[in-house]
């Protein structure tokens, strides 16, 4: 049994990102794309952003260290990187995460919005005039 049909939003997995064998977080199912998972990246280092969650209830996860979940750093991996399931975020943990993933996508979403308004003015301004 492939382990995408297991993996379920809020487990923690041993997977393959790039060379590096590293706990990830399964921040979504790939919503139909049956190959692929939505990961978030889970490291010992030290919250760097306001979008890194500190795990208060890491041993639970099944975690070594002392953990932060790196909200801004999704990524989707092939599902065959998935090498083993070595636990779960317990509820608390869950909603800070999942609460934190939302707030960075609109805060990303804002930030496109604001960029895109500035493009679309300075090609307005570059616009040949049309004259008759």
Not at 19 to 40: E, F, M, Q, Y
Not at 55 to 63: D, P, Q, S, V
Not at 70 to 79: A, D, G, Q, Y
Request: charged share 30%.
């Amino acid at each position: 049994m492939n382990l995408i049909d297991e993996a379920q939003i809020g487990d923690i997995y041993l997977a393959y990102e790039g060379t590096k064998v590293r706990p990830v977080l399964i921040a979504s199912d790939g919503l139909g794309i049956d190959i692929d998972v939505n990961i978030a990246r889970v490291t010992s280092q030290k919250q760097r952003s306001e979008f890194d969650v500190l795990l208060k209830h890491w041993k639970e996860a099944g975690l070594t260290k002392l953990s932060v979940v790196r909200c801004s750093k999704t990524n989707f991996i092939n599902s065959t990187n998935l090498i083993s399931k070595i636990g779960e975020l317990n509820e608390d943990d869950y909603n800070a995460v999942f609460d934190k993933i939302i707030e960075f996508n609109i805060a990303n979403k804002e930030r496109g919005k604001k960029r895109y308004k500035e493009v679309e003015k300075v090609r307005n301004q570059n616009k040949p005039k049309l004259t008759r």
